[in-house]
């Protein structure tokens, strides 16, 4: 009787095991597995489910890294955490790939808070949320959310972090435990006679993050670098000419140190007690608030798409809010600098509402469509007022 499971297609091998890969098994599987390999001379990757294996040994360590230098490609999935804890802490997950396996859950039925590029966000219960990312986000894409969330976390920003990853179908996803927490946009659009008191902690929150300096040593991204490499990214759906438009803009902003988030739109915002907390951390870089302020602005006044279905309240309640919002931000400035602050912002938001089709490459092609329509009316007809107003970016000085 076979100890392990083969399955193979295309060149591609998947080895299981249910069981304690002990040191009584592990000679005996090893000349098994060595068996089948030479029947299927054409495997070029190997892959071992780690899904019913409940222990491993050191003899069984030392399978996988023959196996590894075999079959450079050689990699592990759906490992148990205490299986997994022995990998990490031998220091096997430097040395080959190894993902944990994660378990299942199912958002058939819960409520829809939050949608935005690269996921959706249900509530599941009154303590917990879930952002589901689209089919095609990797597990480490996810892992870098989750590590920027905590490095932003240390450095004073108020964000919830997850400390579980799930599995939606074929889809990953992250969960939040947040009692009793709403979105922004929920709130706004739960209580409008209290707009502008959600303006002013909407303000407070910006104003918070932009006063955190990130240090030199930090892992947080630089966002100007981040924004640069995306507006490249649509250089297949607007061409050359159009992106070196978009790069000129982009080129103008000043560098800076600031904590920026990068998609501060009201449904990134979760209100939990009189606390604003943020949920959506997988853009988070350091750089000149005008890129923050810019990208916010793209969603909350110049959203190319379904504006109440992504923002979750009416287009007019969200310009409403916004443009209290950005008083509160400039508080204390001359009605010149603060008109003249949100021309600079506006020019900037231009870019982010074509540079945010490289969050995914399965955006439906009719959204695609609807963003290249709207170059002509954003940056074309309004191209002569942004170069000018681009020259002015180096004024806004930290």
Same mark, same amino acid.
């Given at each position: 009787m076979d100890i392990i499971q083969i399955k193979e297609e295309n060149g591609c091998m998947t080895i299981s095991f249910d069981g304690r890969l002990d040191s009584s098994l592990t000679t005996e599987i090893q000349q098994e597995l060595a068996t089948k390999l030479n029947d299927a001379p054409g495997v070029k990757e190997l892959t071992w489910d780690g899904c019913g294996m409940e222990y491993i040994s050191s003899s069984g360590l030392r399978l996988m890294l023959m196996l590894k230098k075999k079959y450079p490609s050689f990699k592990l999935v759906n490992v148990c955490p205490d299986v997994? /804890?022995? #990998?990490?802490?031998? !220091? #096997?997950t430097k040395m080959m790939t190894v993902e944990r396996g994660l378990r299942q859950m199912c958002v058939e039925g819960c409520e829809e808070i939050g949608r935005g590029g690269v996921g959706v966000v249900y509530r599941v219960s009154d303590d917990t949320i879930i952002k589901v990312f689209r089919e095609g986000t990797s597990m480490n894409d996810i892992t870098n959310e989750i590590s920027m969330a905590k490095e932003a976390f240390v450095l004073g920003m108020p964000t919830a972090i997850s400390f579980d990853m799930v599995q939606v179908g074929k889809q990953y996803g992250l969960v939040y435990e947040l009692l009793k927490a709403q979105t922004l946009s929920q709130c706004i659009k739960n209580h409008p006679e209290n707009v502008d008191e959600y303006a002013r902690q909407y303000a407070g929150l910006f104003r918070q993050l932009h006063d955190i300096e990130v240090p030199p040593s930090s892992n947080?991204? /630089?966002? &100007?670098e981040n924004d640069e490499r995306s507006i490249n990214h649509v250089r297949r759906y607007f061409g050359d000419e159009r992106v070196e438009m978009l790069l000129q803009i982009h080129r103008a902003i000043?560098?800076?140190n600031r +904590? +920026? &988030?990068? $998609?501060?739109?009201?449904? /990134?915002?979760?209100?939990q007690g009189d606390e604003l907390m943020l949920? $959506?951390?997988?853009?988070? !870089?350091?750089? &000149?608030? +005008?890129i923050d302020l810019g990208h916010a602005y793209s969603a909350m006044v110049g959203l190319v798409g379904d504006y109440e279905k992504i923002i979750g309240i009416p287009m007019e309640l969200g310009i409403q809010v916004w443009d209290k919002m950005i008083r509160y931000y400039f508080e204390g400035e001359s009605e010149e600098t603060i008109a003249h602050r949100c021309d600079q912002i506006r020019a900037v938001s231009y870019i982010r509402n074509f540079s945010w089709l490289s969050l995914s490459d399965s955006f439906p092609e009719e959204v695609i469509e609807e963003c290249k329509a709207t170059f002509e009316e954003r940056i074309i007809k309004q191209w002569d007022f942004i170069v000018e107003t681009s020259k002015t970016f180096a004024d806004w000085t930290l």
């Open positions: 997994y /804890n022995v #990998f990490e802490m031998t !220091g #096997f947080i991204p /630089n966002a &100007h000043p560098q800076g +904590l +920026l &988030h990068c $998609d501060l739109q009201a449904k /990134n915002a979760m209100m949920i $959506d951390m997988g853009e988070v !870089g350091y750089g &000149h608030p +005008l």
